[in-house]
């Protein structure tokens, strides 16, 4: 795996979401910031973690097992077995994988955890999705973007504000696209559970992260001008192609893949 050069320091004083995430997946590649964050979170949070990385996996072993042999993954988050790469090589060892996220700890352990079969590739940037040209520039090196890309936002978005122009950002990404290529989403949602809204973004917001979880309708936005592929836009456990439907949970998160026509 090659690794661009960390930009800035870890900040330990302020919680991050990436390592948010990993407590709420039961890793210790975090810091009492985020740990802080992550216990004042109902249960649902962790759940709804869980739920993130299942889809991720099923979802990415679809794609690879449809002949999609290129992935750029942005907000990887720290590295939790399977990763992405491990899942799609195990199908296709030939596979390529570009991994952005902007925390540099994320890096770091990437440099370690993050190795690709002989016959693929893997590669990581440090960056963040707010630059999506940047990020498309550096995965031109790695990836052919003439050929179809998967390009997965998995549980980021609701981090980026209304102000920030999260559809902008991901329109910039899909107008890179080759057709035949795949977006790849997850983000939550409050629409189950209004009465844990004030908590959820009340915690996040204390920790200086702001949080913009998203009704239907704002998250199918996302895939305005795609194909969804079936079962369409729907909730986290709900969304399965070639395994066995998973169980029925509570749930806080959307999640579709759309292919690029």
Not at 23 to 32: A, E, I, Q, R, S
Not at 43 to 67: H, T, V
Not at 194 to 223: C, H, M, N, P, S
Request: aromatic share 8%.
């Amino acid at each position: 795996m090659n690794a661009g050069t960390p930009k800035t320091q870890v900040d330990t004083s302020k919680p991050h979401p990436a390592r948010v995430y990993d407590w709420l997946l039961g890793g210790k590649d975090n810091y009492p910031v985020d740990r802080a964050v992550g216990e004042q979170l109902p249960d649902l949070g962790k759940r709804s973690a869980r739920q993130n990385r299942a889809f991720m996996q099923r979802a990415s072993a679809w794609l690879a097992g449809q002949g999609v042999d290129q992935f750029l993954d942005i907000g990887t988050g720290i590295p939790t077995a399977p990763n992405l790469h491990q899942i799609v090589q195990e199908i296709n060892p030939r596979a390529r994988v570009v991994y952005t996220d902007n925390d540099p700890i994320v890096l770091r352990h990437a440099e370690a955890l993050l190795y690709s079969s002989p016959e693929g590739a893997t590669d990581y940037i440090e960056a963040d999705v707010r630059e999506p040209k940047a990020i498309l520039d550096h995965a031109r090196g790695h990836l052919d973007f003439d050929r179809p890309v998967a390009v997965s936002l998995i549980a980021l978005m609701h981090f980026i504000p209304d102000g920030d122009g999260p559809y902008d950002i991901t329109r910039t990404l899909l107008d890179a696209l080759a057709p035949g290529s795949y977006l790849v989403l997850s983000h939550g949602t409050f629409d189950f559970h209004k009465e844990l809204e004030a908590q959820i973004t009340g915690t996040y917001g204390k920790g200086g992260i702001e949080l913009r979880f998203r009704t239907r309708d704002e998250v199918a936005r996302f895939f305005d001008g795609l194909d969804l592929v079936e079962p369409g836009l729907v909730t986290g456990p709900e969304w399965y192609k070639d395994t066995a439907a998973p169980e029925p949970e509570e749930n806080a998160v959307y999640a579709g893949v759309a292919r690029v026509s």
